[in-house]
């Protein structure tokens, strides 16, 4: 399973869009990997299409817009937002065992 995070100093980042890079941890077998991307100021829908191209299971983020969220789930990946300043292996953890909510609909105040 691979969890992409948007992510600043080993903490969630507000908003997807503005992120400077993703943590993504890869889980298999018990084993934690994590690596960097850099989305090198891409826009808000390249950011989602390079999730997508690498096969993203699942986003934690601060926030994100409807737009974002209608495309990643098109392509199975959950959405778990509202987590803007939580630390990084807290949120695993959580993930881990099942206790983040999925989150829907439209979670920030721009206009995408």
């Known amino acids: 399973m691979k969890i992409a995070f948007t992510y600043t100093n080993n903490e969630i980042s507000n908003h997807f869009g503005q ?4 943590l993504i941890v890869t889980i298999f077998d018990n084993v934690i990997k994590k690596e960097y991307l850099d989305p090198n100021g891409k826009s808000h829908y ?4 390079l999730l997508i191209d690498e096969n993203i299971d699942a986003l934690i983020c601060g926030t994100c817009g409807d737009g974002i969220i ?5 392509h199975n990946i959950k959405v ?7 630390d990084v292996d ?20 721009c206009h995408h």
Do not use: P, Q, R
């Not at 209608?70 to 098109?74: A, D, G, Q, S």
């Not at 807290?90 to 105040?109: A, P, Q």
């Open 90 to 109: 807290t949120l695993i953890n959580d993930y881990l065992n099942n206790k983040l909510v999925e989150h829907e609909g439209h979670s920030c105040e």
């Open 70 to 74: 209608v495309l990643l789930h098109e």
């Open 80 to 86: 778990y937002n509202d987590n803007a300043g939580k």
């Open 19 to 22: 992120t400077k890079k993703f």
């Open 46 to 49: 390249e950011l989602a299409k």
